[in-house]
């Protein structure tokens, strides 16, 4: 079925700066038509009717944007959104290690791996990096559910040798012949591709690294998600852990770990030196404000990351964060650099969740179509938003001067009551107060 869908439609052509509110990367085009070829990709973007041979629906006044893209987040921790605690390595002992460890029922894993995608979709992400958890289980779960839903998923078994819980913990032989049978299994199968994934340096002794290190050198193409940097007393135990390394990010350098591909969530305790190396190997940070705030771990530099050349993309971290929704990580993130003085764009926050996280993955083109943009051959991951709810926004829409007042607003006032439908790959997968339409749609 070819469809055409009528609304504002709002991209960028490339990256719109940190602070320029005319910026010409911005490509608006209000009450355009937006045509889905039988493909799920992007056929034109016009101003004028298509034929009546087309499936047409009326979104009028309604803001069109590439779906988002969340660039570290964990499955199983929706089970622990929202937990009260103390500073990070006490949060994961208390909440996130036992949650994980339920994952080892294949079972369990399936309903949590549906219900996160769904949520997802609900809160207008459909592209994620994602932690599963050690089980080879979740991981199989999580790649099914978002093959039944079209999604763009990046994912892979967690790594973890020490410093966990039993029932958590791996070992290097095992984790590396599960780590080949998924890469061989799901990686490039649909829209799926595998991450090596080692948690953080801390839970990985210096020979599981440097396996997953061979497994990136084996493997073209793959990714690699970790953490680093989070927290004060987390970047002190790398430094005791990995004595030979100058910093907490030279620990992953010094197994291979750094390349074009790699995702690095939180980044904050970094140094000049650190982020001369991000730049050098093409990695790139996950900024994730919202979790950050919660766990008090600190401040993200974003303009020192761009000034030094890195890619930033935005994450809601989830569960230290406290929302699938990007907009409220976008309203957090912006809050966070004001703090330092950055006051950022509208369309530097969602530049970072569309356009400029797919380019950082490697995900602007190719066989698999790109995302994060309406590109002509772009995959049709498209969000419909309402720019407005409620009274209180509704007035604020209609007092603002100019698009970027407007969509500011909508960024900082807005959350997922916003949005209308999200689609995915050409297909309606979420409807505003309905369920999701799942594997089925």
């Known amino acids: 079925m070819k469809i055409a869908i009528l609304a504002d439609c709002l991209d960028f052509t490339g990256d719109p700066g940190l602070a320029d509110r005319a910026s010409p990367h911005v490509r608006w085009r209000p009450a355009h038509w937006l045509l889905i070829g039988d493909g799920g990709r992007i056929l034109a973007v016009q101003p004028d009717a298509p034929g009546d041979d087309w499936h047409q629906i009326d979104h009028s006044g309604r803001l069109l944007l590439p779906g988002f ?3 570290h987040v964990h499955c199983p921790q929706v089970d622990v959104i ?53 089980h080879v289980a979740s991981v ?15 994912a892979g078994k967690v790594l973890m040798d020490r410093h966990a819980p039993d029932n958590l913990r791996d070992d290097v032989a095992g984790a590396e012949a599960d780590c080949r049978l998924l890469i061989n299994r799901w990686h490039g199968r649909g829209r799926n591709l595998y991450a090596v994934t080692p948690r953080f340096a801390a839970t990985s002794t210096p020979e599981q690294l440097a396996m997953a290190g061979r497994l990136l050198a ?12 989070e927290n004060r007393a987390e ?7 990995f004595p030979q390394a100058r910093s907490y990010l030279d620990v992953y350098a010094q197994h291979g770990l750094l390349n074009e591909r790699a995702v690095l969530a939180h980044g904050i305790w970094l140094d000049d030196t650190d982020r001369a190396l991000l730049h050098d190997s093409g990695a790139q940070i996950a900024f994730c404000p919202s979790s950050n705030l919660f766990l008090g771990s600190g401040l993200f530099g974003w303009q020192q990351a761009v000034a030094a050349g890195v890619n930033v993309s935005m994450a809601s971290d989830v569960g230290g964060g406290t929302s699938l929704s990007m907009l ?38 190719g066989p698999g179509g790109s995302i994060g943009t309406l590109d002509v051959g772009a995959m049709a991951d498209v969000c419909l938003w309402d720019v407005a709810v409620g009274p209180v926004a509704q007035r604020r829409d209609a007092l603002a001067r100019e698009l970027h007042e407007r969509l500011f607003a909508w960024v900082t006032l807005g959350d997922e009551r916003n949005l209308a439908e999200t689609w995915v790959g050409g297909v309606r997968r979420y409807i505003r107060d309905q369920r999701p339409t799942g594997p089925c749609a």
């Open 328 to 365: 409220r990580t976008l309203a957090d993130g912006y809050k966070v650099q004001a703090m330092a003085g950055n006051r950022l764009t509208a369309w530097a926050l969602l530049h970072a969740a569309t356009r400029g996280a797919a380019l950082a993955l490697h995900l602007g083109g």
């Open 218 to 229: 084996d493997h073209p193409g793959v990714y690699m998600q970790t953490h680093v940097a």
């Open 140 to 154: 199989e779960a999580l790649f099914t559910a978002a093959s039944q839903r079209g999604m763009q998923m990046v």
């Open 235 to 241: 970047v002190a135990w790398i430094a005791e852990l």
């Open 82 to 134: 929202a937990s009260w605690g103390t500073e990070l390595l006490d949060w994961l002992n208390t909440y996130t290690f036992p949650a994980e460890a339920r994952h080892a029922d294949p079972a369990v894993a399936q309903v949590a791996a549906e219900l996160f995608t769904d949520a997802l979709l609900a809160h207008g992400t459909t592209a994620a990096v994602v932690f599963p958890t050690v």
């Open 69 to 71: 893209i969340d660039t």
